[in-house]
């Protein structure tokens, strides 16, 4: 169903997690434009909370993540994240209330059991939680039996295993070395702990990858139960990301053959059952992400495609971003200037961008075309970005419907690329991204 056009997926573009993206992030934003948005909430809010820590450091990674081997700096940062959750939850109005908590990072599971406790402790305390849709990021080479047993004592339903591949020597390849039985273990704990929502991060273009590796990480997965699935490409950027100098770029598969694994993967999951979910998710029929995608109410936050209904989200933790509708502020990302900061009462947002009207207008068609395939166009975008957007046309993976522009099925892969040309900042800064499959 897909068709290989080289040339139009030759620019790298952004994943579009929010518009304007991070790399418009300024220091003209700090803790002033936080608190004044702070101050204006009500209804309902999203909390998200950065862990930094793993206790194995990936080769391929590109989170803000330090391993958890220092005590000392593990337990100072944690008390920062505490200062920091008591000082926004002081200045956010009654008016608001929390209905989900997702917990990322690094690994949440890269602290132990009873920090995590203490913080989701403090969360319900200091917010006035009251049953919140809870989501975490998990590790399965460090998930023991402890954690699995507090997953389910504060009822969080929804996780998510870093898989990325079950073959062997690309594990070995991408320093992330975690046997078969280890994924079917933390599969049935978690299932055992109450989680109903269980997603499974997995990677393609990685150095060395058949088509067989794939195919059968696939197999693997969809017979584990997964009920949704993350299907990345790996993107090869040592010059942003020092510790991908230990994987071999030698043996990177070529952009075709990327292109091969990621409509491969496309096809296996679509064939066995589940839905797909814009460019690079899949979920079962029952599970609220696909309901969400055929009820054509799925959203983009900084977390990726969700059936989040909130305008806004909070992030709390070093390098976390927070989103309103008409601005987005990011966290210090040091930790130990995040922790400096915290320490002198200082709410620890210094970077971000304050959203135009138009920023607004924009990212709403972004928005809608990842996630629904089809955008109402404002007409004085039309001209410019139709313009940009002749090749995809030509070739037939975009076409307009009176005021609006669909994106045909054999366009998916093109998504990225066709929301891009919306986009007036990708002008000089192209070489920033990851390409598009």
Request: charge should be negative; hydrophobic fraction near 40%.
């Amino acid at each position: 169903m897909w068709t290989y056009h080289p040339d139009l997926l030759a620019v790298p573009v952004p994943r579009y997690t929010s518009f304007p993206t991070a790399a418009e992030f300024g220091d003209a934003v700090g803790e002033g434009d936080f608190t004044a948005a702070l101050d204006a909430l009500e209804g309902a809010v999203s909390l998200y909370v950065h862990i930094p820590f793993c206790e194995k450091i990936c080769w391929y990674c590109g989170c803000n993540t330090s391993a958890s081997n220092r005590a000392e700096r593990v337990a100072s940062y944690l008390d920062a994240l505490h200062h920091e959750i008591a000082l926004v939850a002081e200045r956010m109005p009654q008016a608001a209330s929390i209905g989900r908590i997702a917990f990322g990072g690094g690994s949440p599971n890269g602290i132990s059991p009873i920090d995590f406790v203490r913080i989701v402790d403090a969360l319900t305390l200091q917010f006035g939680v009251s049953r919140p849709v809870m989501s975490i990021e998990l590790d399965p080479r460090t998930l023991g039996e402890d954690w699995t047993s507090v997953i389910g004592a504060v009822g969080i339903d929804r996780a998510s295993l870093g898989v990325q591949t079950f073959a062997p020597a690309l594990q070995e390849a991408i320093g992330r070395i975690q046997p078969t039985r280890m994924i079917e273990n933390s599969t049935a704990m978690l299932r055992a702990a109450g989680v109903t929502s269980l997603n499974f991060d997995l990677m393609y273009g990685l150095p060395g990858q058949t088509m067989d590796d794939l195919e059968d990480s696939l197999a693997q997965t969809v017979a584990l139960g997964a009920d949704r699935i993350a299907l990345f490409g790996y993107a090869h950027v040592p010059h942003l990301i020092a510790r991908q100098r230990k994987i071999d770029a030698s043996n990177l598969p070529d952009a075709a053959q990327r292109f091969a694994m990621a409509a491969f993967g496309y096809d296996y999951l679509v064939d066995a059952g589940y839905v797909p979910v814009g460019f690079d998710h899949f979920a079962r029929p029952g599970d609220s992400l696909a309901q969400a995608t055929q009820a054509g109410t799925l959203r983009r936050n900084f977390q990726g495609f969700t059936e989040d209904a909130s305008d806004v989200l909070i992030g709390l933790g070093a390098s976390a971003i927070s989103g309103f509708p008409g601005l987005l502020a990011q966290n210090e990302k040091n930790t130990g200037r995040y922790r400096m900061m915290l320490s002198q009462d200082r709410l620890p947002a210094n970077r971000g961008v304050v959203r135009s009207v138009e920023d607004r207008r924009r990212g709403q068609v972004i928005e809608d075309l990842l996630c629904r395939g089809r955008a109402r166009v404002p007409v004085e975008f039309r001209a410019e970005a139709f313009e940009l957007l002749e090749p995809y046309r030509a070739a037939g993976l975009c076409a307009s419907d009176g005021e609006d522009l669909v994106i045909a099925p054999g366009g998916l892969p093109y998504a990225r690329s066709i929301a891009a040309r919306f986009d007036p900042y990708r002008k000089d800064s192209l070489r920033r991204f990851s390409s598009a499959v």
